[in-house]
Nanobody, 126 residues
Framework: RCSWQASGGGLVQAGDSLTLSCVYS????????MGWFRQAPGKEREFVAA????????YYSDSVKGRFTISRDNAKNTAYLQLNSLKPEDTAVYYC???????????????????WGKGTLVTVSS
């Protein structure tokens, strides 16, 4: 069974950077649009960023725009999320998710994603 595996989280200080990776074990990675979501303690899971199948269109939440960058390498079956200028409020479990059809014109809701990977914890200390 194919799976999605997120990694790269850790404990950092405010202002630091991290790169999260999401690796797909199957052969059809380029068939999926990819998204990153996060869930802080006691809060609902929220959209962070998304990228179309080819990588030509990206979409960000207002809270991370200008600080985070989503990208993908279809040859490596991997999606990335570069987190810069981290803030304590970025502390959360970060999840990658895949969606077969996404136009790139609106942020996908968590319920709309087709597949989910296990999360990776990002903790930002002040």
């Amino acid at each position: 069974r194919c799976s999605w595996q997120a990694s790269g989280g850790g404990l950092v200080q405010a202002g630091d950077s991290l790169t999260l990776s999401c690796v797909y074990s199957g052969r059809t990675f380029s068939s999926y649009a990819m998204g990153w979501f996060r869930q802080a303690p006691g809060k609902e899971r929220e959209f962070v960023a998304a990228i179309t199948k080819s990588g030509g269109i990206t979409y960000y939440s207002d809270s991370v725009k200008g600080r985070f960058t989503i990208s993908r390498d279809n040859a490596k079956n991997t999606a990335y999320l570069q987190l810069n200028s981290l803030k304590p409020e970025d502390t959360a479990v970060y999840y990658c998710a895949a969606k077969l059809y996404w136009s790139g014109t609106y942020p996908p809701a968590p319920a709309a994603m087709d597949f989910w990977g296990k999360g990776t914890l990002v903790t930002v200390s002040s």
